[in-house]
Nanobody
Framework: QVQLVESGGGLVQPGGSLRLSCVATKIIFGFYVINWYRQAPGKQRELVATFPISGNPNYADSVKGRFTISRDNAKKEAYLQMNNLKPEDTAVYYC???????????WGQGTQVTVSS
């Protein structure tokens, strides 16, 4: 069964860092656009970062300069390095893999990130 599994969430103080990981199974990872989304309580799901199949990553304005998305196609893994975290970054973070040519849209189960002193 095709799966995406996130890990790396947790509780961190403001100004701290976390690194989220997303591991895929049973897909050709390099054919997929990788996105990280987040959803805070009472808010809509928000696109945080995108790593296209080719080209440069894109970021939401709210995380530019603080978050870095990366991917390792051979390992079928994606990452979200989050630095200088703020309380407003608190949310459940989701990994998404999308292959347009097959309209194949995969989601992980989410990992909680809480930024609080």
């Amino acid at each position: 069964q095709v799966q995406l599994v996130e890990s790396g969430g947790g509780l961190v103080q403001p100004g701290g860092s976390l690194r989220l990981s997303c591991v895929a199974t049973k897909i050709i990872f390099g054919f997929y656009v990788i996105n990280w989304y987040r959803q805070a309580p009472g808010k809509q799901r928000e696109l945080v970062a995108t790593f296209p199949i080719s080209g440069n990553p894109n970021y939401a304005d709210s995380v530019k300069g603080r978050f870095t998305i990366s991917r390792d196609n051979a390992k079928k893994e994606a990452y979200l390095q989050m630095n200088n975290l703020k309380p407003e970054d608190t949310a459940v973070y989701y990994c998404n893999a999308y292959r347009a040519s097959r309209d194949h849209d995969l989601w992980g189960q989410g990992t909680q990130v809480t930024v609080s002193s």
